[in-house]
């Protein structure tokens, strides 16, 4: 867990903080699964069946539907297109056990990539999202808040579930 965080700066602008906290978030999660093995991604603590790998490629997935498909209007790339999620909808999670660590951590850097990228090319934050969710329409400025709750609630599972596989904590 020794990959390097860069800190939030302590007096960005709104689009700055929203987006350095953000990629902070990205980084503590990869900082989580760095260095473990296939296994170890697969690990479970207690009744839960929720594993590293799983996260991982739950928040790739989200990154993916909130950026790529809800803010710029396009569809979401494989592997993810050609799921039904109505009959598996935990699809991400349980099929991450099928994934390699390399494989994992590729697709989460594809979609963070392409995350920013879709961001890059919106100048105002007040900018209505093409595809409305549960019926309401957000902005991006909505969608980098989201993330950022998203990434803190699933870092608290990823917390346990590494201290679980070697002790390691922090961040």
């Known amino acids: 867990m020794n990959l390097p965080l860069d800190e939030p ?10 987006v350095e906290f953000l990629d902070y978030q990205r980084q503590v999660l990869r900082r ?12 479970t603590v207690g009744a839960s069946s929720l594993t590293l790998g799983g996260l991982l490629k739950h928040l790739s997935l989200v990154e993916y539907t909130w950026f790529l498909d809800r803010t710029a209007g396009e569809a979401l790339p494989e592997p993810f297109a050609a799921i039904d999620w109505r009959s598996d909808r935990d699809w991400d999670f349980e099929s991450a056990a099928d994934d390699s660590p390399e494989e994992l951590l590729d697709l989460h850097e594809r979609a963070v990539e392409s995350s920013r990228e879709v961001l890059a090319g919106i100048a105002d934050l007040g900018t209505p999202l093409r595809r409305r969710s549960h019926g309401s329409v957000q902005n991006v400025r909505w969608v980098l808040i989201h993330m950022i709750e998203e990434y803190a609630r699933h870092l608290g599972h990823a917390d346990l579930l590494r201290e679980s596989i070697d002790g390691a904590v922090g961040d």
């Open 9 to 18: 700066r302590d007096q960005p602008d709104e689009r700055e903080g929203l």
């Open 32 to 43: 989580k699964v760095a260095g473990l093995s296939a296994e170890e991604l697969r690990r």
